[in-house]
């Protein structure tokens, strides 16, 4: 690969557009565009995650994430490619019920928190849910993928399991739920 950003303004997104893979060009308002934009948040917000003390085996997980992200908003850059396939949707339902399986068993809702890295692995997982949206709400009206969106609905479900053993790790408590609290 060469030197593909040597320069990183152009002003071609000056009139409200952006290019897509293909070279086409679309309004930045547009469904894919929003789509694009929620997965590259999550994935900034799973970067923000990595500067906080994890095990090694999450830290390779989530970085293992972060190039698949990537690879996804490719994939919904270029209409019609496919970069997500059931082989990563696989690998996620594999490592959520590895570390499900050392987890106590829930009876409550939980509220996100606990140790600071289990909070910012909760937004992750809040962005990952809105990246889910965009991605189905994109498929409503363009051809994308059953993966893509099989792909983000597991994600958010690892990350929630990834913020409790987080708190594990951390000696936090996942914080329950108590309707009606005030104080």
């Known amino acids: 690969m060469g030197h593909r950003l040597s320069k990183i303004y152009t002003r071609t997104g000056d009139d409200g557009t952006t290019g897509l893979g293909n070279g086409s060009r679309v309004k930045k308002t547009s469904e894919r565009i929003e789509a694009i934009g929620a997965v590259d948040e999550l994935n900034s917000v799973i970067g923000l ?48 019920d590895r570390l499900n399986a050392d987890l106590p068993p829930l009876k409550e809702f ?3 928190g606990g140790s600071a890295s289990a909070a910012v692995c909760h937004m992750a997982r809040t962005v990952c849910r809105r990246a889910e949206r965009r991605v189905t709400r994109l498929a409503e009206s363009e051809k994308i993928s ?11 479900d690892l990350l929630f399991v990834i913020a409790r053993t987080l708190n594990v790790h951390a000696g936090c408590s996942d914080v329950l739920w108590q309707p009606g609290k005030t104080r």
């Open 49 to 96: 995650l990595l500067t906080h003390a994890i095990k090694s085996e999450i830290r390779i997980t989530l970085v293992d994430i972060q190039h698949e992200l990537f690879d996804l908003g490719g994939e919904l850059s270029i209409p019609g490619r496919i970069a997500i396939t059931e082989k990563q949707v696989a690998r996620l339902e594999e490592t959520l």
């Open 110 to 112: 939980i509220l996100p």
């Open 146 to 156: 059953a993966e893509a969106g099989k792909y983000l609905n597991r994600l958010s």
